[in-house]
């Protein structure tokens, strides 16, 4: 079945720091590529998506991009702010079939 | 319309209770999932609807656990005789589309304790 794996965590990074957070998955259709964020105490936000090889999806910095020769989805920001501390899903969806998540990578931004 | 909600937001009940969620999706979305996420982890799929049928049932969902969503609005999440193996966070979702690639908007969950 379909599959995403995630690079573990906990990540802890200083403020201003560059966040890359690994995704990798396998599916047997075509999926759309999402990574949700859940901050302490809320419930799971969209924050980017794509739905096509190399479509880059982008929000509040953040960018990822959809790798379809490496089967990859990595998220990335240029400078993290303690703000961003928080748990992050990387999941797909193929046709007709329900939501497969990542484990989440937990990140810790110190000020 | 304010997202997808669901009550209530915590439940503790006693090892073999009955226990009953409600889901409340986004009025126009004409898929809803229900998920379970444990301290830790990524959310693990337990069924999903297209409108009022339901389309997949997790096989890691025992017998004990039923969902419904009838005239294809609201949904509720039932878990017969609870163990403690069932605490965890419940999620429920929806979508828009037929296709079944657009995002889902998450609700704030459930928690269940079983005690």
């Known amino acids: 079945g379909d599959s995403v794996t995630q690079m573990e965590g906990p990540v802890t990074l200083s403020e201003e720091a560059f966040l890359t957070i690994n995704c990798t998955y396998t599916a047997t259709g075509y999926p759309s590529l999402f990574w949700y964020v859940q901050y302490p105490g809320e419930g799971l936000q969209l924050l980017l998506k794509a739905t096509k090889a190399d479509d880059k999806g982008s929000n509040k910095g953040f960018e990822a991009t959809y790798r379809k020769e490496t089967t990859s989805f990595h998220l990335e920001k240029g400078s993290v702010q303690v703000s961003d501390s928080a748990v992050y899903f990387c999941?797909?969806?193929?046709?007709?079939?329900?939501?497969?998540f990542g484990p989440g990578t937990r990140l810790s931004v110190l000020p | 319309d304010t997202g997808v909600s669901q009550d209530p937001r915590h439940k503790i009940t006693k090892r073999g209770q009955n226990v009953t969620f409600r889901c409340d999706p986004i009025?126009?979305?004409?898929?809803l999932y229900w998920y379970r996420q444990t301290l830790g982890q990524g959310p693990e799929f337990l069924t999903y609807?297209?409108?009022?049928?339901?389309?997949?049932k997790s096989r890691l969902l025992s017998d004990r656990f039923s969902a419904e969503r009838p005239k294809g609005s609201f949904s509720t999440l039932e878990i017969q005789r609870t163990e403690q193996g069932d605490s965890a966070m419940y999620l429920c979702?929806?979508?828009?589309?037929?296709?079944?690639?657009?995002?889902?908007?998450f609700g704030q969950g459930t928690r269940l304790t079983v005690v």
């Open positions: 999941a797909l969806i193929t046709y007709g079939q329900n939501f497969v």
């Open positions: 979702a929806s979508s828009l589309g037929t296709s079944g690639n657009t995002e889902a908007f």
């Open positions: 609807f297209q409108n009022e049928a339901q389309l997949e």
């Open positions: 009025s126009e979305h004409n898929r």
